[in-house]
């Protein structure tokens, strides 16, 4: 520590120069000797990963130019003569000039039920699998690639046909030392073939561009199959499996047949690396070097005016105002030290600005919201009680809009000044927004506050003298105490907003908070923020209410109806959160994710043998949504059924929410292909007319007239004309709420073509759906129509 101070400055800031220098250099080469090996494993891998697809690539090129050769070959009329004639010998001599043509180890024809004909080649010779044979006559081909006494083998399946299935064609190609050779100058590694010995249950080498020691064998005996990286002392080592033609997995019990092993020699690739290092080390020793000198120049230029300006900027930084250093050398430093002294003159100006523009509004001079919840924190704080007045300007955005912004700015101003002349004793009095006013005033007996707020109410209200023009508001009041009804800050702008909202649905003079008004908003934002995670992470539940034929008492359709199990809420009821969907934007990403939770159902019931239609019910949003059609479309794309199965259900009231967008929406499904559905029908505003030109093919009686339809004859006289009306129109009719057997009886004898209800069947999970089809199914003869009267 002496020696660094005995330094001074300018032998410091060489020092520290110079070490910094130096530290940043060492890092720099640990940080290289660290990833050194770590690089060399990643470039490996790269290159072991691109050796591989090159060995799948030229295996493949390799087998397509076979396939090419023996194409010609099976079509040509002498050889297919020879097949013909039966006769062994000459067979055997067309097999053999013609495999050793294409260059084969081994070739045998087999009659067509699998015997061989005639062999040139190895001996004995593999037997050829029935899958082979069959997935050869499927696909012109079939390939595979076996191990036979210790060498590998392409073995290619080809039908001989003239006309007709005459014989099958099996050739097998050697993996040689040749194709070793052509993977290893493609890939830039080396390449060991090796096949696996059924006598043993080992791999054993017959084809290799390089030699190994017996450490990298042993590993290599030890191995795993396809993608297993070997790292040795040596080499980086891959084992690719070849083989597998049937489309069967290797495994432990099941070895791949041939095997090739990329090798990738460490020593090589280390060279590189430790050149890289020698050049890195020698240019980080420049770097040094100049560091040196630049340090000394910098030191000798510069030293006590430097730390003289660093300390005053230090200074100006920490809030101070200090004298500005007299600076003897002139030119840049004095100048910087000029700047300095300019820049925190401006500084304390502008902070002036921006504290008084940061609590104040610029319109009424009064305190803005930060002002005001700056006073109320405190009040907080010190555990202060007070009460809150706010008043709002219901008509400040027409006056803005009728008679200009500066006559709303004057409102503003005159309103300010009457709050404060009418609250000398307020905390503070601000403007917080718009035409919104709060002010804090001290505590006072439930009597005497009331009297002053309404006081403060006709006052505001009197007519305002503005432009020689008098001019009256209406406005809103509300009070809270401080801190009985907030006891912080968030606290009080919820609840304060809260209130004013329950203000302007019940005009009073003011109103006062009620405490407890805000949970049910509470819930509604947790809701809204919990929804968008909910379907996100298929937290929804789609339960599935089967709809019955009313003539055969047969399951024809099912409704889809989604549910919501909060996690902490418990059941929230689908008209309240798809409300809240509704209201915060998330609808269409609820439809969306419905869309394709029943499509996936519907597969899966397939599947399972389920013939069913989908009712699936949108929201009035809906029909605006411009992506509607084409969500519909894409998670429909694969239906096994024709799309009119699929039907759609919409209420009367959000067809008239907006009819002609409505009805274009309507008409591009319909020509999607499916089935459009009035639903709730009797609840909503839809007229005859109206209901004629919508291109519906369905009605669904609302519920309340079906509860009690067997004790109600008003109900009964309604859902009956409702059902000649429908069928007048040639539409279909959709009775649901069907609560007893006497209910169902009466919709059949009026012709109601289908129905649901609790009595039929309750809504089910999408897994439960299988039991409820073979439960109707048994109660098909009680369900069923047994005899129609007509009355």
């Given amino acids: 520590?002496?020696?660094?101070?005995?330094?001074?400055?300018?032998?410091?800031?060489?020092?520290?120069?110079?070490?910094?220098?130096?530290?940043?250099?060492?890092?720099?080469?640990?940080?290289?000797?660290?990833?050194?090996?770590?690089?060399?494993?990643?470039?490996?891998?790269?290159?072991?990963?691109?050796?591989?697809?090159?060995?799948?690539?030229?295996?493949?090129?390799?087998?397509?130019l076979e396939l090419s050769r023996l194409s010609v070959l099976v079509r040509d009329f002498g050889f297919r003569s020879a097949?013909?004639?039966?006769?062994?010998?000459?067979i055997a001599s067309a097999l053999e000039n013609h495999s050793a043509r294409v260059g084969a180890g081994f070739a045998l024809i087999l009659d067509t039920e699998g015997v061989p004909l005639a062999t040139t080649g190895i001996h004995p010779l593999p037997e050829t699998p029935p899958?082979?044979?069959?997935?050869?006559?499927?696909?012109?081909?079939?390939?595979?690639?076996?191990?036979?006494?210790?060498?590998?083998?392409?073995?290619?399946?080809?039908?001989?046909?003239?006309?007709?299935?005459?014989?099958?064609?099996?050739?097998g190609f050697a993996m040689d030392q040749a194709l070793a050779e052509v993977i290893a100058r493609l890939s830039d590694t080396s390449v060991i073939f090796?096949?696996?010995?059924?006598?043993?249950?080992?791999?054993?080498?017959?084809?290799?561009?390089?030699?190994?020691?017996?450490?990298?064998?042993?590993?290599?005996?030890?191995?795993?199959?396809s993608g297993s990286l070997i790292e040795s002392s040596g080499y980086f080592t891959r084992i690719i499996n070849l083989g597998g033609g049937n489309g069967e997995g290797n495994t432990e019990s099941n070895p791949a047949p041939v095997q090739t092993i990329l090798l990738i020699s460490r020593e090589a690739t280390?060279?590189?690396?430790?050149?890289?290092?020698?050049?890195?080390?020698?240019?980080?020793?420049?770097?040094?070097?100049?560091?040196?000198?630049?340090?000394?120049?910098?030191?000798?230029?510069?030293?006590?005016?430097?730390?003289?300006?660093a300390s005053y900027a230090r200074a100006i930084g920490n809030g101070e105002s200090p004298e500005p250093p007299a600076i003897r050398a002139g030119g840049e430093l004095t100048q910087l030290r000029n700047a300095l002294r300019d820049m925190l003159k401006s500084l304390r100006e502008r902070e002036a600005q921006i504290r008084y523009a940061a609590s104040h509004d610029d319109v009424t001079g009064l305190g803005n919201r930060n002002a005001l919840m700056d006073v109320a924190r405190d009040l907080f704080e010190r555990a202060?009680?007070?009460?809150?007045?706010?008043?709002?300007?219901?008509?400040?955005s027409d006056i803005n809009d009728t008679l200009g912004l500066e006559f709303g700015d004057k409102v503003l101003a005159e309103t300010s000044q009457r709050l404060q002349d009418a609250l000398p004793d307020a905390h503070i009095v601000a403007r917080t927004g718009g035409g919104e006013f709060l002010a804090l005033i001290p505590p006072m007996a439930p009597e005497e506050r009331d009297e002053r707020v309404s006081e403060l109410h006709d006052l505001i209200e009197s007519p305002l003298q503005i432009d020689q023009t008098p001019f009256s508001l209406r406005v809103t009041v509300v009070t809270m105490e401080l801190p009985e009804d907030a006891a912080d800050t968030n606290a009080l702008r919820r609840r304060l907003n809260l209130t004013f909202e329950q203000a302007e649905a019940h005009p009073e003079p003011f109103t006062r908070y009620q405490p407890g008004r805000d949970e049910s908003h509470l819930r509604e934002l947790k809701l809204i923020t919990d929804l968008h995670a909910a379907i996100l992470t298929n937290g929804l539940h789609m339960n599935y209410q089967p709809k019955l034929d009313s003539r055969t008492g047969q399951l024809v359709q099912?409704?889809?109806?989604?549910?919501?199990?909060?996690?902490?809420?418990?059941?929230?009821?689908?008209?309240?959160?798809?409300?809240?969907?509704?209201?915060?934007?998330?609808?269409?990403?609820?439809?969306?994710?419905?869309?394709?939770?029943?499509?996936?159902?519907?597969?899966?019931?397939?599947?399972?043998g389920i013939d069913t239609g989908i009712a699936i019910n949108l929201s009035a949003m809906d029909l605006t949504w411009r992506s509607l059609i084409q969500h519909i479309a894409d998670n429909f794309s694969n239906w096994h059924h024709d799309l009119d199965r699929i039907t759609l259900e919409v209420t009367e009231s959000a067809l008239m929410e907006d009819p002609e967008e409505a009805l274009a929406t309507l008409r591009r499904l319909r020509d999607l292909g499916v089935t459009l559905s009035v639903d709730d029908f009797g609840t909503g505003y839809s007229s005859l007319s109206q209901l004629r030109t919508l291109p519906v093919q369905e009605l669904k009686i609302d519920k309340s007239f079906v509860l009690k339809l067997d004790s109600e004859p008003q109900d009964q006289l309604i859902v009956r004309s409702t059902i000649e009306m429908a069928h007048g129109l040639g539409l279909k009719v959709v009775a649901e709420g069907i609560e007893n057997h006497n209910t169902w009886q009466?919709?059949?004898?009026?012709?109601?073509?289908?129905?649901?209800?609790?009595?039929?069947?309750?809504?089910?999970?999408?897994?439960?759906?299988?039991?409820?089809?073979?439960?109707?199914?048994?109660?098909?003869?009680?369900?069923?129509?047994?005899?129609?009267e007509y009355t």
């Fill in 83 to 90: 097949v013909a004639s039966r006769d062994p010998a000459t």
């Fill in 384 to 396: 202060g009680a007070c009460t809150l007045v706010g008043i709002r300007l219901n008509d400040l």
């Fill in 746 to 788: 009466l919709l059949q004898r009026w012709g109601c073509n289908l129905g649901q209800g609790f009595y039929l069947s309750r809504p089910v999970a999408a897994a439960d759906l299988p039991e409820t089809v073979r439960k109707l199914a048994e109660r098909e003869p009680e369900l069923s129509e047994t005899k129609r």
């Fill in 558 to 608: 099912v409704e889809a109806l989604v549910r919501w199990i909060h996690p902490e809420l418990g059941f929230v009821s689908p008209e309240e959160f798809i409300f809240l969907a509704e209201q915060s934007g998330q609808i269409h990403e609820l439809t969306a994710h419905i869309l394709q939770r029943v499509a996936s159902d519907a597969r899966q019931w397939h599947r399972d």
């Fill in 270 to 309: 280390l060279q590189s690396y430790y050149q890289r290092a020698i050049e890195i080390a020698l240019l980080v020793s420049a770097i040094l070097v100049f560091a040196i000198l630049l340090a000394l120049i910098i030191a000798r230029t510069l030293g006590q005016p430097v730390l003289q300006l």
């Fill in 1 to 64: 520590m002496r020696i660094v101070s005995r330094l001074g400055f300018r032998g410091r800031l060489i020092a520290a120069m110079i070490t910094l220098v130096a530290l940043v250099s060492l890092v720099v080469i640990a940080m290289l000797m660290v990833y050194l090996f770590e690089d060399e494993k990643n470039r490996a891998l790269n290159q072991l990963a691109i050796g591989e697809r090159l060995t799948r690539e030229v295996i493949d090129r390799r087998t397509e």
């Fill in 194 to 225: 090796r096949a696996h010995s059924q006598q043993n249950s080992q791999y054993q080498r017959f084809a290799a561009t390089t030699s190994i020691d017996q450490t990298l064998t042993r590993e290599l005996a030890r191995a795993a199959g």
């Fill in 131 to 171: 899958g082979q044979l069959a997935k050869a006559r499927q696909d012109g081909f079939a390939r595979s690639i076996r191990a036979i006494d210790g060498q590998g083998y392409e073995v290619l399946v080809i039908p001989v046909e003239a006309p007709g299935l005459r014989a099958w064609l099996v050739i």
